[in-house]
């Protein structure tokens, strides 16, 4: 068995850092498919919900992916006979579907989104046939389709029964829908409009489309047209479960680089009195990992210890180390575990040499510190006014009345919120109700929480890296 120097070296080196690409496909070894997320990847789920880092853009890319695919084929074995094409996207890619920019122009120049969308579907079955059509620009393509619904139609049917003939199925996937435009009425006719182009592949029997969608973008009126049950009856929400938290991490720990690896697939074995099983060049938790048992429990326990302290009054790590990275839904994501597991191994490394198991309580409180970090950068990325409205919060505790935090935005912006909301992203949602608006927004985002005497509380997730204080909680970082 390792050392617990050797094993706290053996997880750093085994997690993702800080600079890893979290929105790209993952390495195949580390793919991890947690049960809630099978109906996700089905072919008869069109509509995907999800809030920030839970995976709609990694299972974009993976699915986008042919040996990804393949390694999803064991839990979703429809997907070992289907082609794939992404038909919006985070990363531009200009041939395949246009940019914000491009879209607008379409917009502007009278285009419909509905055509606009069912032009991209058009270019790429085209291409399965090798069968040209006009697609010089966007524009060229939109302007085919609409004059010529006969030909379009034609082209169609002759697609479909390609697929028919081979036994495959055609799937064209849509993500990032917040990059389409930065207007939230232009982004409701984009995303009302993709559903119809949605709706008008359910005809064919061999084709489908699945688009995902940010928490906020479903909420509004975008599903208000017939037959948009049709829809809405095969949702699915991507959501993380704690043990699918922790089933993630040793899915990535016993997949560690060379000895790293070997080390804590060396304590999964002693602990499970079995190793891991090998498949394709990776290593797989057995069922009873993947779930919340005594033998998960077991494990995280050999790396943190039983308690958040000296005794059991402190929590329990494995209880602990999830909830307290929650936001205000009670929601945690996979990046924000994965980041705060790491930053504990390296702060044990650091401070606590002589301590008898991997993870330090202590470090395990500062890898909250770092997660909360890393949640707040994500938060800006796709909501950069959330910073510009918490900013000026700075040094408050929690929980508060909302009068004090209104004091401070009034202060900070006697204008109004509408005078800091220029950006090149979605503006909030309900920033025309002014301050409430904002409120509103914070709450439905999880940064908020309201409690039963109306006070504003903070999860720890945000309220950390955002420089919020509590009585007892995690300290802010200095």
């Not at 069968?131 to 393509?141: A, F, Q, R, V, Y």
Request: proline letters at 6%; a neutral charge; charged letters at 25%.
């Amino acid at each position: 068995m390792a050392d617990v120097t050797t094993l706290r070296r053996a997880i750093v080196a085994s997690l993702p850092g800080e600079t890893s690409c979290f929105g790209a496909a993952p390495d195949l070894k580390h793919l991890y498919v947690p049960p809630a997320h099978i109906k996700a990847l089905r072919l008869d789920c069109n509509l995907v919900i999800g809030a920030r880092g839970v995976g709609k853009s990694m299972w974009t890319k993976a699915l986008g992916s042919a040996s990804l695919r393949a390694a999803l084929g064991s839990s979703v074995p429809e997907l070992d006979s289907t082609e794939v094409s992404i038909g919006f996207a985070e990363t531009s890619c200009i041939n395949q579907y246009p940019d914000a920019e491009t879209f607008a122009h379409l917009l502007k120049s009278g285009i419909s989104a509905y055509d606009v969308w069912r032009s991209i579907v058009t270019r790429w079955l085209a291409g399965v046939l090798q069968t040209k059509i006009p697609s010089g620009s966007w524009d060229e393509t939109a302007i085919w389709l609409k004059e010529n619904p006969e030909s379009l139609a034609r082209l169609m049917q002759k697609i479909n029964q390609h697929f028919v003939n081979e036994s495959r199925f055609g799937l064209i996937v849509f993500d990032a829908l917040d990059r389409s435009s930065h207007d939230w009425r232009t982004m409701d006719q984009i995303v009302r409009d993709l559903l119809r182009t949605v709706l008008w592949l359910k005809s064919f029997s061999k084709l489908s489309a699945k688009v995902f969608l940010r928490e906020d973008q479903f909420e509004r009126t975008v599903t208000d047209f017939p037959d948009a049950s049709k829809l809405l009856a095969t949702r699915a929400e991507l959501t993380w479960a704690p043990h699918d938290l922790h089933g993630l991490l040793w899915q990535t720990l016993i997949n560690g680089p060379n000895y790293h690896g070997q080390q804590l697939r060396d304590i999964y074995c002693s602990l499970l009195g079995t190793p891991p099983e090998e498949s394709a060049g990776r290593c797989l938790l057995s069922e009873n990992i993947k779930r919340d048992t005594p033998a998960q429990r077991t494990l995280f326990e050999k790396l943190a210890g039983p308690w958040m302290g000296r005794d059991k009054r402190r929590g329990v790590p494995y209880v602990w180390s999830v909830s307290h990275l929650a936001d205000g839904k009670r929601r945690t994501s996979p990046r924000s575990f994965l980041a705060a597991i790491r930053q504990a191994a390296e702060d044990s490394l650091e401070r606590y040499p002589d301590h008898p198991v991997a993870l330090h309580y202590e470090s395990i409180k500062r890898g909250i510190q770092k997660a909360s970090e890393i949640r707040v950068n994500e938060m800006a990325e796709d909501y950069p006014w959330v910073r510009i409205f918490m900013s000026p919060l700075s040094g408050l505790t929690v929980p508060c009345d909302y009068s004090a935090i209104l004091e401070r935005w009034q202060e900070n912006f006697p204008v109004g919120p509408n005078s800091a909301t220029n950006t090149d992203r979605l503006p909030p949602q309900h920033v025309a109700l002014e301050w409430d608006g904002i409120r509103e927004d914070l709450i439905r985002l999880g940064v908020f929480d309201v409690k039963k005497d109306n006070r504003i509380d903070m999860p720890d997730l945000y309220r950390v890296g955002f420089g919020l204080g509590r009585r007892g909680g995690v300290k802010p970082k200095d």
